[in-house]
């Protein structure tokens, strides 16, 4: 485990980009005298070294999250760093250390968090959503949330992986029940979740299908990826060319976490027994089911919601090994947020965007700090 060195004082004030309130609902902006966060008893203080973009961070900014977030208010759920101070509470031997923030805070002790199914927990909260988050220089968070890096990850791909890989890893094995053998088409594969669920299927010994939208991420994801088959779903015809792949049964399993858009190719994709798991739908949360398809097939629909921290611990180990590898598109400025949130909310990514707080200028393509 490397350690930093962190005798350099803290300063008092830091560059953030915040939501404020504006004359046609919340504005992003970056302000350069936010005050840095004091550690509470139990909490370490994090110079943020790498903070991923997320599509919750949009649906943040455009109040579409279940509970609307006290302003000004900093998003960021996927941060890694260093612990530069710690509250009284907290052993003073995490200082310095190179650390990732699972960002499922549970409060651990009720009877999810006693079985490991922090995500269940109904007094957790997700940080950087309903708690400040990595859109800062620093930012405070409880001291049991840390986990120390393995010398083998740079802040960067802990990052990437800190949200997308437990979900992953939490929808395809913990709720789904993935097997060796079986054809899984993981839909648009071309993002941060995406991505990383074409590799984990793959390593579990599936067959997978990848769908992406346009020409070019088709390239990207035949150069990236290990799928079996991609397909471009803005193609109406995608279902009939998986269930071609399949000899015509249909896949075992789908990952799914687009919404309406998508939905309906879904369903259609689906073999008789199959699964459908899906953890998100940023494209529309309503959508319709034929139930005569769903009951005739006995096809399982199956809700997931984030990850454990057995689920982080996992992902963590296995990228850690190089089992598996996040794609990161891109490595902003924090003074280029809206840019790096605007890539995204047009879906002209492959992979993931990150912002590192520290940087003054654009850092380029594929940067990866240490």
């Known amino acids: 485990m490397t350690v930093i060195d962190c005798r350099r004082v803290v300063p008092t004030k830091m560059r953030a980009a915040r939501l404020h309130e504006g004359d046609a609902g919340l504005v992003l902006r970056v302000d350069t005298d936010v005050a840095v966060p004091s550690c509470g008893h139990d909490q370490v203080l994090i110079k943020v070294r790498s903070c991923g973009l997320n599509q919750v961070d949009l649906l943040t900014r455009t109040g579409q999250t279940p509970q609307a977030v006290p302003l000004p208010h900093t998003s960021g759920t996927e941060v890694s760093g260093d612990v530069v101070a710690v509250g009284r509470d907290v ?30 927990c109904r007094e957790g909260l997700i940080f950087g959503v309903q708690t400040p988050g990595g859109y800062a220089e620093y930012v405070a968070a409880p001291a049991r949330q840390v986990v120390p890096l393995p010398d083998s990850l740079s802040y960067d791909e802990a990052t990437a992986i800190a949200v997308t890989g437990p979900t992953t890893w939490h929808m395809l094995h913990t709720r789904a029940g993935l097997r060796a053998g079986e054809n899984v088409l993981v839909i648009a594969a071309g993002s941060g979740i995406g991505s990383l669920a074409v590799q984990i299927a793959h390593f579990s010994g599936a067959r997978v299908i990848a769908t992406v939208g346009g020409e070019d991420k088709v390239r990207k994801a035949h150069e990236l990826l290990p ?17 071609e792949f399949t000899g015509g049964a249909g896949v075992d399993l789908v990952f799914e976490h687009v919404g309406a858009a998508t939905w309906k190719g879904s369903l259609a994709a689906m073999a008789r027994g199959g699964r459908l798991v899906t953890s998100g739908g940023h494209s529309g949360f309503l959508v319709d089911i034929n139930l005569w398809h769903l009951f005739i097939k006995e096809c399982t629909l199956i809700g997931s919601y984030a990850g454990s921290r057995d689920d982080f611990l996992t992902v963590l180990d296995l990228a850690a090994r190089g089992i598996i590898k996040p794609i990161i598109q891109q490595v902003f400025a924090l003074e280029q947020i809206t840019e790096a949130q605007t890539l995204l909310e047009q879906r002209r990514v492959f992979g993931k965007l990150l912002l590192n707080p520290q940087l003054r200028e654009f850092r380029g393509q594929n940067g990866s700090g240490r």
């Not at 003073?92 to 995500?119: H, K, Q, W, Y």
């Not at 471009?232 to 060319?241: K, M, T, V």
């Open 227 to 243: 799928a079996d088959l991609v397909v471009d779903h803005n193609d109406p015809q995608w279902p009939r060319l998986v269930r």
């Open 91 to 120: 052993d003073e031997s995490l200082l310095g250390t190179r650390i990732v923030v699972d960002p499922v805070v549970a409060c651990g002790n009720c009877r999810p968090c006693f079985r490991g199914e922090t995500n269940m």
